[in-house]
Each structure stands twice: as C-alpha cells, then as structure tokens.
C-alpha cells in the first residue's frame, strides 16, 4: 500500500510562485511513476505532469509547460511540483499520485494523496 501526502499549497498573487511537494511512504515507492493532478472547481482532474524514476520521462500539460517543473528525490521518496507565473486560472485543488504503471497513471491512477490548495488571486 502506497501512501501520498501533499504540502506546500497556499495563497499567492498572480505571476507569483510555490512549490508542492509529495511524500511517498510504502514497499517499493521509488519504482513507481508520480504525477501531479488538479481539479478546478466544476472541473475534472486534470494530469499536468508525470516523472518517473530517476526522473528519466516526464510529461507536461501544455498550459503549463514553462511555467511548472517536475522532479523528484528518490532518496526522500518525494516528488515536487515547482509552480512559477502563477494565474487565477491555476486555482485547482492539486492531488499527488502514484502508479506503477505510466499508463494508468495518465487514467486511473492507483494511489492519490489527499490533495492541497492552490489559490491564486489577481
């Protein structure tokens, strides 16, 4: 059983920054795909990035390509979202979640964390 807990969310200006970061606990984490996920308000999840171990691949939303950067410490088991020119439109609920597979991390992840708020004022 994996487990995902998710700090680092907050309040900020637009065009401001902040950084998510994703603690992973259980058998054999390290080899699993992370990814980041958010939901609007009235909107559906949303995959904006995906790394995987060693951060050999990684995926990028295309709204958000320049602005956010995956990475992870696969001595800390811990995966980070870097959010910079941050938008009103960036306001989501953003979920950490893992799988073993990238595929079905992409669709239905196995593990989620319990998610962190993102609000980004103008």
């Known amino acids: 059983q994996v487990q995902l807990v998710e700090s680092g969310g907050g309040s900020v200006q637009a065009g401001g920054s902040l950084r998510l970061s994703c603690a992973a606990s259980?058998?054999?984490?390290?080899?699993?795909?992370t990814g980041w996920f958010r939901q609007a308000p009235g909107k559906g999840r949303e995959l904006l990035a995906s790394?995987?171990?060693?951060?050999?691949?990684?995926y990028y939303l295309d709204s958000v390509k320049g602005r956010f950067t995956i990475s992870r410490d696969d001595t800390k088991d811990t995966t980070y979202l870097q959010m910079n020119s941050l938008q009103p439109e960036d306001t989501a609920d953003y979920y950490c979640?893992?799988?073993?597979?990238?595929?079905?991390?992409?669709?239905?992840?196995?593990?989620y964390g319990q998610g962190t708020r993102v609000t980004v004022s103008s």
């Open positions: 979640a893992a799988d073993r597979d990238v595929r079905m991390l992409i669709s239905q992840p196995n593990y």
């Open positions: 790394i995987t171990r060693r951060g050999m691949v990684k």
């Open positions: 259980g058998p054999t984490v390290v080899e699993y795909v």
